[in-house]
Structures are given as C-alpha cells and as structure tokens.
C-alpha cells in the first residue's frame, strides 16, 4: 500500500520540527519560508491525471455487469460473479503496487508502467466489444481486459496521491498540501459522477454494428481519457519532485511477523511475553511494539469485509434490480446502470452534512460518540439497507411475467385478420379471437405434450375480403410442456405455429415481434416502419411469398407512429420498458391494410426511484463506516504502520466481494429477495461479533508529538484515499 509520507519526507519535517521546538526563534523563518514558496504546479497535472483515471475507470464499471449479460450473454448469476471477482483484484493489486514504487521502482516509474497495462487492458476490452470488426473472440478477451484494468487501477491506486504529497515541502507547505487533497477528492468524486451518469447514456444512446447499443465507443472514451491521462502524467515530469524508493513498510512487517514466528516454532530465544517478541535478536523493539498496536487494530478488520460485500453490490445486483423497474421520469429516461450516479451525489452532501450537524448532535447527547460506535452503526445501516432491498425485491415480484413452467404451458392465439374467428376446442369452452388481437391462456395442464382438436368459424370473415375460407374449418394445435406456444390466424387459416418469447429483454428495453400477413399477389415484400420524430427508428421485411413470425427488434422506450408500406396503421404507440410487445397486420392486396399492437409482456411496473431509500441509507452507512475506519484505522496506528493499516482496510474491500462471488456462487436461494434478506442477516450477526470485540478494545494514547507531527484525516471514497493534513492548532 501508498505510505501516507515518503520516509525521507517524515524525517525532514521531524527534523525541522525539532529545530523549531530548540529554536524558537526558527519558527518565524518557516512562516517566511512558506510565504516564499509558491503552490507546485506539478500538482494541476496529478490532479487532472487522477480526473481522468477516475473517469476512466467508473466509466467502465458502471455498465460492466450490463455487458458481461447482454453482450457476452453470462447468466445474471455468473456476470455478479466475474464483476465482484473484478472488483476483488481491483482491491488486492494495490498491495503490489505499494510494494513495487516504495521498494524498487518508485511512485513515478510504477504509475506510468502500470497505467499503460491499465490502457492496453481498456484497449482490449473494446476491441472485444466490436467483434465483427476486430475479430477477437469477445468473451475471453473481454476478462484479459478486465484482469489488466485491474492491475492498473489496482497498482496506481496508492502511488498517486502519495505523488502528489511528494510535491510539497513539509512543513512549510502543509496549508497548500491540505489544498490538495481537498483538490484531489473532489477530481476523484466529479470524474465518478460524470462517468456513471455518462456512460450509460452512450450505451443506451448510440447505435453502432447493427445494434441498438453501442458497448465498443461506451468503452473506448473511458479508453481515449485513460491514453489521455498518461500523456497528462508524463509531460509534468520536468516539475515533479521525484522521491527515491526507500523500502515498504508492509516487507518491513511480514519479515519481522514471519521471523517471530520461527523463532517461536523453533523454541529459540527463550520464553517471552509476547509472540512478536521473538524476533527481538534481529529487530528494534520499536517495530515490535508498532506491530503490536497495529495488530489489535487489525483484529477489528476481521469483521468488516461483510460490510462491503454489501456496499459493492450496487453495481451488480442493485443494477439488475433496476433493470426490471420504469425508469421514465417525464421525457427523460434513467437508465439502469445511471441510479448507480445517486451514490456519489449523496455522498457529496452527506459528508458535510454529518461532520458539521449529526456528529455534534450525537456528541451533545452521547450517543454514537466514538469512532467504533460508528462503525457498529455504519454496519447496522448497510443492513437496513439490504431488508429495503429485499421488500422492494418481493414487491417487484409481483410485476414479473408468467413463465411456462414444469407440467405446464402457455398457449396464444393471434389474429392477423381484420374479422372476428370463432373457436371451439374439444372438451373446451368455445373462444373468440377478437380482430387483429390475442386470446391467451396461459396455464394449460400439459405432461409432455397434447395435442387438441378444433372448429374455426370464420363466417364472420366472409365480408372482409376472406371469401375463400371456409366457414367452419377443421383441425388441431400442439401444445409443449414448459414452452410459449404462439399460433397464428391468417387468410390461410389457422396453421402457423411458433415457440414463443416472453420474457422481458435481458437489458430491460421494450421488444416486438411482428406477425403481417402478405399476399401472394403483391409484387414487393412488405415493410413494418417504426417511426418517431419523422424518422424510421426501426422497419422489419415481410416476403410475399411465405408467412412467417420476425425476431424479436428491440426499441428504444417511446412512442412511435407504426407503418406498413407507408400507410399508417397505429399512431403514437407507446413501448414500454420491460414491455413484449407483437404487431399483428395483414397486407391483402387493393390496399386494404390493417394492423394493431398487442401487448403480451407487461412492461415494468414499479418505479426506480423505489430504490432511493436502501441508495441513501447505504450511502449514510458509507460515511459512518469507511470515513470513520480510516480516520479510526490512522489515529490508532503508530506512525510507522499507518501504511500498513491502508493496506489492511483495502483488503477488507477485496474480502467483501469474495464473499458475494462465494454466496453468488452457491446460489442457496432462487428469488433475489431472500439472498437480500441473507445479506441482511449476515451482516447484522457481523455487526453483534464487531460489537462485542469493540468492548475490549482500549483507544490507544497518541503521544503529543505524534499529535502534531500527524494530525491527519482521512476519507475513503470509491477505494481512494483522501489524506488531509491539517494544521497544528497551537
């Protein structure tokens, strides 16, 4: 992990504080010093690289799991896996990355090698999302992508912004150094917020490859400011202070850990208080103890991973929650992968919120004063947050469509004419399929298959033009287990027949399917025209020859006027997110043309903004548990191991999406709503043990001169950290 100062940095200032506490009088010649030194310009390039980074990545993540299920066709279940396994390396690699710039290459060298991995994995994964012009296979080359961007998001993660701290002289600089990381947090939040509301947008918005979305450019603009990035990093090299690796303190750590326990094992050395003490024949006894303040710190990571293995789902299985739920908000449409924007947007105004009302509010009564009660409450939101999401789970429930399903069928009857048809099946209610319409049942008792017998009576057709049908027609249907069987009445009779779909779009978006009747006499094939602001959106073909059903088109929400062969048949027809939709029309020849819309999927039903609430309560649990952790994490930390507390509280972020790909993987439940429920649970079992562990946990009295050498505060947001340094306040 990033130390939080280079240790040359942390010697100067100790050793110019020391001069200032022996001199007093030195202490006006660092104010002068400081009003000399002017801000470092090398910090705009840090600050614009990290935007675009930033930009870049969220970018990407946002429509991710979208692409792993409708582009290269995971099940809902396997693309949760593969985002979450995703996001497990993207929170592992930064431990290598911390390793390699403090201890062999440097902050500079490791951001710019490991950013061009980070641009040849974006690179490769848009070339992936283009297969018919690039020819990669898209599946496997997709997740080579994604394993490069999270080498390179991963490994640049704790380099950059202790880079920029680089930049400053301490402690001359330290009012200028604060700006900073104000500066950088907010480049890191607004390059989020941007790119997830953008993003889905170009996704959702632009056509491209014979699609009606466009993954390869939604994909390549995170590409172009990620190459963008680089160029902006290396030209400001000339300004940059560049610092000489001087050793990582996690290798520090692990040798020491690894010595103790040898040396225990091997009964050397002698009894002693503490295991760790072991390892005093080799090192100081300072390192030892540091170690053991931050294990019993580290002791409290334990528990948190369930944590984010919640927080990290709104980009998996919250995002699939939105995708069966209307987002039309008046003549806007909020895509589902946009709701994922609402995160970043509260967080902005919940971190003031909190820090200048809630948390004196609750210092003023007592209530949630400490940091480890803020945790504990952190931790007991996120699982508010998941039993909202499972009510609005079963709730959505209700708005799924019927499925054929075991010892059972659906069968429809579509109507192409523009007359009703009687029928009469054999130990069965006589039906009448209505006019350019559908009769439907959608629970038929069938094992295997049946077939069943019918009469149609097309008498009342004789004085449409359909003449030569005769008036009481004999027949049969068959009908499969477990399938959607569609029939079709056309001047021809009732004799085609179709495997139906009707389950809503693996995206969300409305789709039709176009069942137009042409007759034999006509000299051209027909065309289906959807049309809106004048423009033809989308047109399927009809041959002349032979009747036959269309695949289904997707489209996008709206409405739209309905032609065939340039003669309107439906005006301002509304498709519907979720919505499955069929035209069904006949082409007769003497221009007498007739079609209607039918809708056999409902759309959706329930609203997105139903999913605000478990939005703001996990954003709330957001500000409780990761701000107050790290400030938790730092504060209790020795000076020497504030880095190595980094690293364990990202690893807890890796931890909690192993833990849903583990749960997702099982797949114990088959409704969405009791996984939710289980998250719940497991977190709420989590929060009890964190609970019980925090009343043996003693805070640790920081030394005033670490006080003032460290005053330090610290925000997680999206997996970076903003450290502000703040002024001595004597």
Not at 358 to 378: E, M, N, R, S, V
Not at 643 to 670: H, M, P, Y
Not at 697 to 719: F, Q, S, T
Request: hydrophobic share 45%.
């Amino acid at each position: 992990m990033q130390s939080i100062l280079d240790s040359t940095d942390v010697s100067k200032r100790k050793n110019s504080e020391s001069e200032i506490q022996d001199h007093p009088d030195n202490l006006a010649n660092f104010e002068i010093q400081e009003e000399k030194l002017k801000y470092p310009k090398a910090v705009l390039f840090i600050v614009s690289n990290e935007f675009c980074e930033r930009f870049s990545f969220y970018g990407i993540r946002t429509v991710l799991t979208l692409y792993l299920k409708n582009i290269l066709s995971y099940s809902e279940n396997t693309s949760t896996v593969i985002y979450h396994i995703f996001t497990m390396f993207v929170y592992f690699f930064p431990l290598f990355g911390a390793i390699l710039a403090d201890s062999w290459l440097g902050k500079f060298r490791t951001i710019f090698y490991v950013s061009i991995i980070y641009a040849i994995g974006q690179l490769l994964l848009t070339m992936s999302a283009a297969p018919t012009l690039v020819g990669l296979p898209p599946r496997e080359f997709s997740l080579l992508g994604l394993l490069l961007i999270a080498i390179g998001t991963g490994g640049i993660k704790p380099c950059v912004s202790a880079f920029g701290g680089d930049q400053f002289i301490l402690p001359q600089q330290e009012r200028y150094l604060a700006m900073f990381f104000s500066l950088f947090y907010f480049s890191i939040n607004s390059g989020s917020l941007i790119s997830s509301f953008l993003t889905p947008w170009l996704r959702s918005n632009v056509k491209c490859l014979g699609a009606t979305t466009c993954y390869s450019l939604t994909f390549l603009v995170p590409a172009i400011l990620m190459i963008l990035s680089i160029v902006i990093f290396v030209a400001g090299k000339p300004m940059y202070r560049i610092m000489q690796p001087t050793g990582n303190v996690i290798v520090k750590v692990s040798k020491c850990v690894s010595h103790a326990i040898y040396n225990k094992i091997k009964g050397k050395n002698g009894k002693r208080d503490h295991w760790l003490d072991h390892a005093d024949d080799t090192y100081d006894r300072k390192l030892i103890d540091d170690i053991r303040v931050s294990l019993q710190v580290l002791k409290l990571f334990i528990p948190l991973p369930i944590f984010w293995a919640l927080y990290d789902q709104q980009g998996s299985r919250w995002t699939f929650q939105a995708t069966r739920m209307d987002g039309q908000i008046g003549s806007f449409l909020l895509e589902p992968d946009q709701m994922q924007v609402v995160n970043p947007l509260l967080i902005l105004a919940f971190v003031p919120l909190f820090e200048v009302c809630i948390y004196p509010l609750f210092a003023k009564i007592h209530l949630i004063d400490t940091p480890l009660k803020k945790l504990a409450t952190g931790t007991l939101l996120a699982a508010l947050a998941f039993v909202v999401t499972g009510i609005v789970d079963l709730q959505l429930e209700k708005t799924f469509p019927v499925l054929p399903s075991t010892e059972s069928a659906q069968l429809r009857i579509f109507n192409t004419l523009n007359c009703h048809v009687d029928l009469k099946f054999e130990d069965r209610k006589s039906v009448t399929v209505y006019p350019l319409s559908m009769w439907a049942d959608l629970n038929v008792k069938v094992n295997g298959s049946i077939t069943l017998p019918y009469i149609a009576d097309f008498t009342k057709c004789y004085t449409n033009g359909y003449s030569h049908l005769q008036q009481d027609a004999e027949g049969s249907i068959t009908v499969e287990e477990a399938t959607a069987s569609s029939w079709v009445i056309t001047p021809d009779g009732l004799n085609y027949h179709y495997n139906d779909t009707v389950e809503k779009s693996r995206n969300g978006k409305p789709v039709v399917r176009a069942l137009i009747y042409v007759a034999p006499s006509s000299t051209t094939n027909s065309v289906l025209k959807f049309v809106r602001k004048g423009e033809t959106v989308n047109s399927i073909s009809f041959n002349t020859s032979t009747f036959s059903h269309s695949n289904l088109q997707e489209l996008y929400p709206n409405e739209y006027n309905i032609f065939l062969d340039n003669i309107q048949l439906q005006e301002s027809v509304e498709f519907k997110l979720g919505g499955v939709y069929t035209v069904v029309g006949s082409n007769i020849g003497e221009n007498k043309i007739f079609g209607r819309t039918i809708m056999v999927t409902p759309p959706n039903s329930m609203h997105m903004m139903w999913l605000l609430p478990q939005y703001i309560i996990i954003t709330m649990a957001e500000v409780m548990f990761s701000v107050t952790g790290l400030q938790f994490a730092f504060t209790q930390a020795p000076k020497s191991m504030k880095s190595l507390l980094q690293a364990g509280w990202l690893l807890t972020v890796a931890f909690g999406n192993l833990i849903v790909v583990i749960i997702s993987e099982v797949s114990i439940f088959d409704r969405q709503a009791y996984e939710s429920f289980l998250y719940a649970g497991l977190m709420l079992v989590d929060m009890i043990i964190f609970s019980v562990m925090s009343l043996f946990y003693k805070y640790v009295k920081i030394p005033d001169e670490e006080d003032n050498n460290d005053d330090i505060a610290l925000e997680r947001k999206n997996g970076n950290i903003n450290i502000a340094y703040n002024e001595d306040e004597k």
